[in-house]
């Protein structure tokens, strides 16, 4: 099946430092979204971003699909940024309703 | 929109019981997929359901079983619970269960002692 990688497995920052987020994956997909889990486990949304660029704020995302991977870049980072962030992908073909997750970078942001 | 909800939320078990989790998706969502997260597995997809059809089923053993019913409401059984089904049981919402946003409940967190 498809693999998701993600980098850095962990990410310690200072209170508005901007950083930037990767997920490899090893094949093409059909959806692409990323997450951020909160202390009491529940994902959020952040970006449904198959492909291109999008924008939320202090947040952005950027999918390159041809090359097999995505970013998210988050800017001036607060310490309410902190949790586990998660790129998860849906493949192509007839996997529905399947995302595939990476293994989630751990952020810290100190004050 | 109200959100997806999850019942319950907490959950203590015993070795070999059974235990019957429920999922309500937004409003006008009819896929529903299920996930199993743990410390050291991650998150893995359980099985997805699409106008009370199994679309989808990841590998996991045949105590896992669930079902759709029309209101697109879900329920996931586990039967003769082990220590290692112990997780974070999330369910997510989406139209058509491929190209849109999938939306997640809260989890229901299972303790199996």
């Known amino acids: 099946g498809i693999q998701v990688e993600q980098s850095p497995p962990d990410l310690i920052l200072q209170e508005g430092a901007n950083s930037t987020l990767r997920c490899n994956f090893s094949?093409?997909?059909?959806?692409l979204q990323w997450f951020h889990q909160n202390p009491w486990g529940q994902l959020i949304n952040l970006f449904y971003i198959p492909s291109g660029t999008k924008q939320n704020g202090r947040l952005s995302a950027t999918t390159v699909a041809t090359e097999r991977y995505s970013l998210l870049y988050i800017s001036s980072s607060q310490t309410t940024d902190s949790g586990v962030y998660f790129c998860a992908v849906i493949a192509g073909g007839t996997s529905y309703g399947k995302l595939t997750f990476g293994q989630g970078t751990i952020l810290t942001v100190h004050p | 929109k109200a959100g997806v909800t999850q019942t319950p939320r907490y959950l203590i078990k015993t070795r070999g019981q059974q235990v019957t989790l429920s999922c309500s998706p937004i409003?006008?969502?009819?896929?529903v997929s299920w996930y199993q997260q743990t410390p050291g597995q991650g998150l893995q997809f359980l099985f997805e359901?699409?106008?009370?059809?199994?679309?989808n089923k990841g590998n996991f053993p045949g105590r896992f079983s669930g079902r759709q019913f029309s209101n697109s409401r879900s329920e996931m059984n586990v039967s003769t619970l082990e220590l290692g089904d112990s997780a974070l049981y999330l369910c997510?919402?989406?139209?058509?269960?491929?190209?849109?946003?999938?939306?997640f409940g809260p989890g229901t967190r299972l303790t199996v002692l």
């Open positions: 409003s006008g969502h009819r896929s």
């Open positions: 359901y699409f106008s009370e059809t199994q679309r």
């Open positions: 997510a919402s989406s139209l058509v269960g491929g190209v849109d946003t999938q939306y």
């Open positions: 094949d093409s997909v059909n959806n």
